[in-house]
């Protein structure tokens, strides 16, 4: 049993945060600072006609003015390809301000450099730019004529289609069938602190501080637009206000930012308004959904057919996958699984927590309960009948609980004592239900080798490196839990550095494989280096150890002792001290198994939820929410159980809050701000419980840890939807459930 | 939220548009500056005395980040004039720990991991001690209620309910 991992240690970096001393990438002091503002189309379609800059270069403080005219071309175009592959990873095929063309609304098309933040603000407001508009295709109603089904997805990465068996002759055949239709609403990111990029050049060289979940996506990425050598490019992060997706491509305004302190001969900070953030970043796209199940009356399922229509930009086939979970979550031969996608004036969408999991589920586990309901069955056993022991191809799971979760769950919110019947229960004006869904999210292995060095000094003291970022996960807390296990050190003596593209390489930390990729390399480096200074130990013939056999040591604290007789033992520092060695690395590495490996990928959970409905204004509270999962080992339970909460409360958010349309007239969203976009508020916060199934995994990383990001969110919507139903007797088909979706029971029935 | 009129030194005379000396009075310590008026205190802070613990997550005074308080009342600093700041006491995030000791909310929201990313933490905190001192914090649905102009993306929300408690539990009461 390690003394430090698996504990649940306050973060490392909790004081820095607590105090305000942490450094976010927009608070980096550099002498002759400029500040740099883009001006976003006002148009959806179109061209810019004209630029006037005189007024805007006479209000003073201006240093430049970047616009189509005088921006440098990029030395290669941007291929959209997610940022896990470890190749440039551009948010879309498309830069802008290479010519005049618009192609949604808000696109770049100046970029004001000045003084100060108020002069940057004032000269973006004088710049006179006309366009000439042509009409804009930026919804599914307005597009729906021209939908096609999509080949692949992510430039090429994914197929988009997923066919088994018969699903036609099975649902004609299927003794029950359900068959539901759902309309989601955009999402936006909305990480507190807008994306930012500070841009220093030294002659050819550039270090970028940026706000991204990965600097090597960022160094990849502007190193190919702009055309130089990696090595010329340095990106260092230490801090990031959040991401979900919003940080996990590398949009425009990174690039725009170097060049722009080149264009000036000064560092530029650019940091996007909010309002901008919802034009610059991608965002989860509106899409609609369709889901039929057949089954037989004694529940098994015998066909799926899942299809998903989106909107996407003029340049990338881009939906977010919304069927990896229904494919596999629950046993059926004949499934369909499709993304069909209108190209319209909008910027590419990208990935959104728990990307088309949390939607795609939301179909599947609603419908189930439908399911459930058509055949006077306990949703709850519903699920674990149809849970397989393999996936989708036959392989086992490298590891399950999700029955263990359901169970677990269910117990929580108090299920054993649930009356099924919909509408029954009333508390003054609110009636009152709960609800259930399965939970899964797939594990993704397509990062490469993953890198991390640790180091020792001749005082005991360690240092151990991998360029990850720390976002909010608690990269650095549980990293040092992992370093200081696999040295065989306490967790005091040893600091942890990341966030920094002159470290070890590991790639972006998204599609919850943050936590699986770097604690691998890390416990690599960490157990690469204790062999080391064991060997020399028991090669010495000064030491205590001498002669020992490298499996009969083991160490704790930074001490290596005889397994044969604890008496005989040395410290590191000892050891490395009598051997006038300052310090000994060594360099960790990972590689991930084959995207094709034979097991089912899959991290699961189960969550579950109490609502209280108004009956005469339609406004849901959600009551209480429970959520367990089994995500193979957990490193830190204390963030752990802090991120899945976090999810499960973006799952709240989708289900009530959040959502935003693009106005058909101008092309352009009509929220802009977190006043009108609305996310969860302290006052939004039920009740919430969190817990953990222990499931041992030895196929995803020699940790066996499986990420927590997502999955926390994957059901949560469905888990209130389904409560809502259970305590209004009815149907949600339309995200986010506002009132009067709730009073409605939502458009697409 | 607005600054206290009635302590406000009388304003006399026009200023600005140029850069004007302003004296700024910041967690105890006296700041003899130049800034335009159209310089909202938040920009102050952050861009002209580098105390960046002050966050910025929206300038349009909707999420909170940016609380700070003047004359120990709660204000949204991105929607208050840094020159209308003259003759008040601004306190922020980084006056609230004492010769390097947390003070006990910090300590509470470290304990209770009532953060991940940490940017709306300097403004929940501020708000969290002010909160107690309102007396604003007695129910569960109090706290809920006046701390809801913080917004949290990664939604620590229930940890920070729980360090809000313990503190204002504690025998001292922070
Ligand atoms: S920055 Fe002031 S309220 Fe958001
Ligand atoms: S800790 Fe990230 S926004 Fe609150």
Wanted: proline letters at 6%.
């Amino acid at each position: 049993m390690s003394p430090v991992l698996g504990k649940p240690v306050n973060r490392v970096d909790g004081p820095d945060k607590v105090t305000g001393t942490g450094r976010y990438c927009g608070e980096i002091v550099l002498p002759g600072l400029a500040y740099g503002l883009i001006v976003g189309a006002d148009v959806a379609k179109g061209r810019v006609v004209s630029i006037d800059e005189s007024a805007a270069r006479a209000a003073g403080g201006v240093y430049g003015i970047l616009t189509h005219r005088n921006t440098p071309k990029v030395a290669n175009a941007p291929h959209l390809i997610p940022s896990l592959a470890g190749q440039p990873a551009p948010g879309e095929s498309f830069f802008p301000m290479q010519d005049d063309v618009v192609h949604y609304w808000g696109q770049p098309v100046a970029l004001v450099v000045a003084d100060s933040l108020e002069s940057a603000a004032h000269a973006a407001a004088l710049l006179d730019i006309t366009y000439e508009e042509s009409p804009a295709v930026a919804t599914i109603e307005d597009g729906r004529k021209s939908a096609y089904e999509a080949e692949t997805l992510f430039g090429g990465l994914m197929p988009a289609r997923d066919e088994r068996g018969d699903v036609t002759a099975a649902l004609a055949a299927a003794e029950v069938t359900v068959d539901a239709s759902y309309r989601y609403a955009a999402n936006h990111h909305n990480p507190l602190e807008t994306s930012v990029t500070t841009a220093q050049w030294d002659g050819d060289r550039l270090t970028l501080w940026d706000s991204t979940m990965g600097v090597r996506a960022s160094q990849l990425t502007v190193a190919s637009l702009l055309g130089i050598p990696l090595s010329d490019v340095r990106v260092i992060t230490h801090f990031v206000g959040g991401g979900f997706g919003s940080k996990a491509m590398v949009w425009p305004h990174v690039t725009l930012a170097a060049m722009a302190a080149r264009h000036v001969g000064r560092p530029v900070r650019l940091t996007l308004t909010r309002p901008q953030s919802f034009t610059s970043n991608g965002h989860r796209e509106e899409q609609e959904q369709r889901i039929t199940l057949g089954a037989g009356r004694d529940g098994r399922l015998t066909a799926i057919r899942h299809q998903k229509l989106s909107i996407t930009s003029s340049f990338d086939d881009w939906a977010e996958p919304a069927t990896g979970v229904s494919t596999q979550i629950y046993g059926c031969d004949n499934y369909l699984g499709s993304h069909s996608l209108i190209k319209g004036n909008t910027m590419t969408p990208t990935f959104t927590r728990a990307p088309g999991e949390s939607l795609g589920s939301f179909s599947l586990e609603t419908a189930m309960d439908r399911l459930a309901y058509e055949l006077g069955m306990d949703p709850v056993e519903l699920r674990i009948m149809n849970h397989p022991p393999v996936d989708n191809h036959g392989n086992p799971w490298s590891s399950d609980g999700m029955a263990d979760c359901l169970r677990r769950g269910a117990e929580l919110i108090g299920w054993a004592d649930r009356d099924p019947t919909p509408g029954v229960r009333q508390e003054g004006d609110n009636l009152i239900g709960t609800g259930v869904a399965g939970a899964g999210y797939p594990v993704a292995f397509m990062m490469p080798v993953q890198h991390a060095r640790a180091r020792i000094f001749n005082d005991g003291s360690v240092v151990i490196q991998t360029s990850a970022q720390e976002f909010g996960i608690g990269v650095t807390t549980s990293m040092s839990q992992v370093g200081a296990d696999g040295l065989g050190v306490d967790m005091d003596v040893l600091r942890f550095e990341a966030g920094d593209t002159d470290l070890p390489n590991t790639t972006s930390a998204v599609g919850s494989m943050g936590a699986t990729m770097q604690s691998s390399a890390v416990h690599n480096a960490a157990r690469t280096l204790r062999n080391e200074l064991i060997a020399h130990a028991v090669a010495d013939d000064k030491s205590p150890l001498h002669g020992l056999s490298p499996s009969s040591v083991r160490v704790a604290d930074g001490r290596m002792t005889s397994t044969l007789d604890p008496s005989i033992s040395e410290s590191y520092a000892d050891m490395l001290q009598r051997n006038r060695l300052l310090d000994l690395e060594a360099l960790g590495s990972w590689t991930p198994p084959p995207f094709t490996t034979p097991h089912g990928l899959l991290t699961f959970g189960a969550q579950f939820a109490e609502v209280a409905v108004d009956k005469d204004l339609g406004l849901v509270r959600v009551r209480r929410m429970a959520g367990v999962f089994a995500p193979g080992r957990v490193l830190n339970p204390k963030l752990a159980r802090s991120q899945l909460l976090g999810g499960m409360l973006w799952g709240l958010g989708q289900a009530l809050l959040e959502g935003n349309q693009i106005d058909r007239q101008s092309g352009r969203w009509a929220l802009n701000n977190l006043g009108e976009y609305l996310v969860p508020v302290h006052a939004d916060i039920p009740d919430i419980q969190v817990e953990f199934v222990e499931v041992e995994d030895d196929v995803v990383g020699p940790l066996g840890v499986k990420g927590v990001g997502e999955v926390g969110q994957v059901g949560a919507a469905a888990a209130i939807a389904n409560a809502v139903f259970h305590a209004t007797g009815r149907r949600m088909s339309e995200l986010p459930m506002t009132a009067e979706v709730v009073m409605n029971g939502g458009g697409a029935g | 939220m607005a600054i206290n009129q009635s302590t406000a030194p009388a304003v006399t005379g026009v200023r600005g548009p140029e850069r004007e000396p302003v004296t700024l009075d910041v967690n105890g310590s006296t700041f003899p500056i130049e800034l335009e008026p159209r310089v909202s205190l938040l920009d102050a802070l952050r861009e002209h005395l580098d105390l960046t613990g002050t966050k910025k997550g929206c300038d349009q005074g909707t999420c909170g980040a940016c609380t700070v308080w003047v004359d120990g009342r709660r204000v949204l600093s991105c929607l208050t004039l840094a020159m209308s700041c003259e003759g008040h006491q601004v306190s922020t995030i980084e006056g609230i720990a004492q010769d390097g000791e947390l003070h006990p909310m910090q300590q509470a929201f470290v304990d209770h991991d009532a953060f991940q990313c940490g940017y709306c933490t300097p403004g929940q905190i501020m708000s969290a001690i002010a909160l107690l001192r309102e007396g604003n914090a007695t129910t569960d649905a109090d706290i809920a209620e006046h701390m809801s102009g913080n917004i949290c993306r990664c939604q620590a929300y229930p940890n920070i309910h729980a360090a809000i408690r313990e503190v204002r539990d504690a025998d001292d009461g922070g």
